[in-house]
């Protein structure tokens, strides 16, 4: 009984909706993790293989067709945020063709995207309202070099001017981060941790040149708070905020909580960090979640379980940074 009344609480906790999200907040900044929006072409410099009809996922194009339905079903559940960083995302094709062949066109969303040294081929993005976000900057932070066997994706950096209906503007520098996985023992946990420190380095060197800005990276970090590259690489060392005046937003979120799932327990490993105090929001309606038979509870929808097609939505949940 008391497992049950302690899945509940968790449960109200994680799932609860978001109807009245919007309110206090003039943008709305979302990241997710997509897992794997491929195209269903083979690239001859990408281990995509996989991805492509005769590969082993059997990546059809009415899969494709599904996954990208999912995606722009998903940003307009979440009111179409004037700001949407991706992970796990192919080239710019598939980003095109889900802000032009799908309703999504209509609330004029465009992109920022650059190839990376991924091996796999996925790289982060950010969508963009074209009314209310001007880009003015755009690169990648190279974050890997020729000593690492397993090259990993670089930051993407997008400085901009964000516009709301009263004609108020703020600038705004938006990084989006895909660190390297746990997999790969030592030497992932070193580059994950050059990772954060080139981050930190990169929002401090922002902030002071652009003090009145917005200064905020998102992303899938694959690392919690309390975790070395976000305690030691950012420099927070188990507090909200660190030397630099960055605040980690997702440090007082509530525990059993989270936006991934692994073996029962979930965690924050999507993550947000700006230089101003904002609101963080979990999406999880129930079409994003299903029954989690083995840990009990719900878990992510995903698209695959190893080579077996669910046809679901992605293994991360969304989560969604709240501008005033």
Same mark, same amino acid.
């Given at each position: 009984?008391?497992?049950?009344? !302690?899945?509940?609480?968790?449960?109200?906790?994680?799932?609860?909706?978001?109807?009245?999200?919007?309110?206090?907040?003039?943008?709305?900044?979302?990241?997710?993790?997509?897992?794997?929006?491929?195209?269903?072409?083979?690239?001859?410099?990408?281990?995509?293989?996989?991805?492509?009809?005769?590969?082993?996922?059997?990546?059809?194009?009415?899969?494709?067709?599904?996954?990208?339905?999912?995606?722009?079903?998903?940003?307009?559940?979440?009111?179409?945020?004037?700001?949407?960083?991706?992970?796990?995302?192919?080239?710019?094709?598939?980003?095109?063709?889900?802000?032009?062949?799908?309703?999504?066109?209509?609330?004029?969303?465009?992109?920022?995207?650059?190839?990376?040294?991924?091996?796999?081929?996925?790289?982060?993005?950010?969508?963009?309202?074209?009314?209310?976000?001007e880009v003015l900057e755009s690169r990648p932070i190279v974050v890997s070099d020729s000593?690492?066997?397993?090259?990993?994706?670089?930051?993407?950096?997008?400085?901009? !001017?964000?516009?709301?209906?009263?004609?108020?503007?703020?600038?705004?520098?938006?990084?989006?981060?895909?660190?390297?996985?746990?997999?790969?023992?030592?030497?992932?946990?070193?580059?994950?941790?050059?990772?954060?420190?080139?981050?930190l380095y990169t929002m401090d060197s922002l902030q002071r040149r652009h003090p009145q800005?917005?200064?905020?990276?998102?992303?899938?970090?694959?690392?919690?708070?309390?975790?070395?590259?976000?305690?030691?690489?950012?420099?927070?060392?188990?507090?909200?905020?660190?030397?630099?005046?960055?605040?980690?937003?997702?440090?007082?979120?509530?525990?059993?909580?989270?936006?991934?799932?692994?073996?029962?327990?979930?965690?924050?490993?999507?993550?947000?960090?700006?230089?101003?105090?904002?609101?963080?929001?979990?999406?999880?309606?129930?079409?994003?979640?299903?029954?989690?038979?083995?840990?009990?509870?719900?878990?992510?929808?995903?698209?695959?379980?190893?080579?077996?097609?669910?046809?679901?939505?992605?293994?991360?949940?969304? !989560?969604?940074?709240?501008?005033?």
């Amino acid at each position: 009984m008391k497992r049950a009344f !302690i899945a509940i609480v968790i449960g109200f906790l994680l799932f609860s909706g978001t109807a009245n999200a919007q309110e206090g907040c003039r943008w709305t900044l979302a990241f997710w993790n997509v897992e794997n929006f491929f195209d269903t072409w083979r690239d001859s410099v990408k281990e995509d293989a996989v991805f492509t009809p005769n590969g082993d996922n059997s990546w059809t194009p009415r899969r494709y067709l599904i996954k990208k339905n999912h995606i722009f079903k998903v940003i307009t559940a979440m009111q179409s945020p004037a700001l949407v960083g991706l992970a796990e995302v192919e080239n710019a094709y598939v980003l095109r063709d889900l802000c032009n062949n799908t309703p999504l066109r209509k609330v004029g969303y465009d992109f920022v995207h650059f190839e990376s040294p991924d091996k796999r081929g996925i790289d982060c993005a950010l969508l963009y309202r074209k009314e209310q976000f001007e880009v003015l900057e755009s690169r990648p932070i190279v974050v890997s070099d020729s000593l690492h066997v397993q090259p990993t994706r670089d930051i993407l950096l997008v400085g901009g !001017i964000l516009k709301d209906a009263n004609h108020s503007a703020e600038t705004c520098f938006v990084l989006v981060n895909h660190w390297p996985s746990k997999r790969g023992g030592a030497e992932a946990d070193q580059l994950r941790m050059k990772v954060a420190q080139r981050l930190l380095y990169t929002m401090d060197s922002l902030q002071r040149r652009h003090p009145q800005a917005l200064v905020v990276a998102v992303g899938d970090f694959n690392a919690t708070s309390d975790e070395e590259p976000i305690s030691k690489g950012m420099q927070f060392h188990g507090k909200a905020t660190n030397h630099a005046g960055f605040h980690d937003l997702m440090a007082k979120q509530p525990k059993g909580t989270g936006s991934y799932k692994y073996q029962g327990v979930w965690s924050w490993i999507d993550h947000a960090i700006a230089n101003k105090q904002l609101h963080v929001d979990l999406f999880a309606p129930d079409y994003l979640l299903v029954d989690d038979e083995k840990y009990m509870g719900k878990k992510p929808f995903r698209t695959y379980t190893g080579m077996v097609y669910l046809g679901g939505y992605s293994d991360h949940l969304p !989560i969604l940074v709240r501008i005033p």
